[in-house]
Each structure stands twice: as structure tokens, then as C-alpha cells.
């Protein structure tokens, strides 16, 4: 699906309108849930950093992780309650930071419901401030591209 969203972002927004008329993209929307939204968001990040950004690396190949054991708890406690947290390592490869925040407020900016050009729009908007980097960083996460090993679980109750 995201091999489809991306290119039909690549296509232009008749191509966009086409996409969002399909069955598959129909089913997706009607399960609920932040999958849609997330597929579509992803698509238009991969799109821009492909565009203004190629040296760095995908969001689709990348391990993300937190500078500090807090700011994953707060990431696992809003985003995925049930979620477990890893302590990793890179053993090889590099740690691009960027701001998470502005994957949120793409997602906001995205209404699916009447989702029109515009929308995606603000969406890349948001993705070029995004690949581009910027200080302070609301919501920091890092993107670890390389090798990286999973040393173990971090015993945190969930909320």
C-alpha cells in the first residue's frame, strides 16, 4: 500500500484522487485507527526526503529509537500503550535525529474523512521542515540506519 501511495503522490493529484477511490484504500480507512493516515503520511515523507534529502536515510529502513529512556516511555504512553521497550545498540551505520513532532502535526494537518490536495500539501510542508532539521526539537527521535542489536527489555509499567 505504501509502494501505491507513493506513487500516486508521484503522479499527481488526479492519481492521489484515484488512490483514495479504491477498494484497498476504502478497506484500510474503515478499519479505523491511525493505518491509513499513517500510510498516506509516510508515502509524502519518503516522497520529500527523496527530493530534498536522498544522503539521509528512509523512515521505511531505519530503527527508531529515543535519546533517553523517558522519551520513549512518553512516546510508548501516548502512541502505543501496550507497546514494550527495547534497549538497543548501533553496531555499525550512523543516527540521524529529527523531529518527531512533526510527524504529529503532519497527521493532523491529513483529514481523512475529506482529505483534499491541500492536505497533502501541508503534510509535505511539514515533511521538508522535517528532513531539513531544526532546533530545538519538540519531540526528538532518532533514526538508526545500520546494525543494530537489541540487548534487552526495559520493565516499565504502561499507563
Known amino acids: 500500500m505504501l509502494r501505491l501511495a507513493l506513487q500516486a503522490l508521484d503522479d499527481g493529484p488526479d492519481a492521489v484522487a484515484t488512490f483514495l477511490a479504491e ?8 478499519q479505523g485507527g491511525s493505518h ?4 498516506l503520511l509516510e508515502a509524502a515523507f519518503e516522497r520529500v526526503r527523496r527530493r530534498i534529502a536522498p544522503d539521509l536515510p528512509s523512515r521505511f529502513e531505519v530503527v527508531f529509537a529515543w535519546r533517553t529512556l523517558s522519551d520513549a516511555i512518553r512516546f510508548r504512553d501516548v502512541y502505543q500503550p501496550s507497546g514494550v521497550i527495547h534497549c538497543c545498540a548501533m553496531v555499525t551505520g550512523r543516527n540521524v535525529e529529527r523531529d ?3 510527524i ?3 497527521f493532523e494537518a491529513a483529514d481523512l474523512a475529506q482529505l483534499q490536495v491541500t492536505h497533502l500539501s501541508e503534510m509535505e510542508e511539514c515533511a521538508v521542515r522535517y528532513w531539513r532539521g531544526r532546533t530545538p526539537m519538540a519531540h526528538p527521535e532518532v ?3 545500520g546494525t543494530v542489536v537489541v540487548e534487552g ?3 516499565v509499567p504502561s499507563p
Do not use: K, N, Q
Open 23 to 30: 477498494p484497498a484504500w476504502t478497506r484500510l480507512v474503515s
Open 36 to 39: 491509513a493516515g499513517m500510510v
Open 100 to 102: 518527531g513532532a512533526l
Open 104 to 106: 504529529v502535526e503532519a
Open 143 to 145: 533514526l538508526m540506519d
Open 153 to 155: 527489555i526495559v520493565m
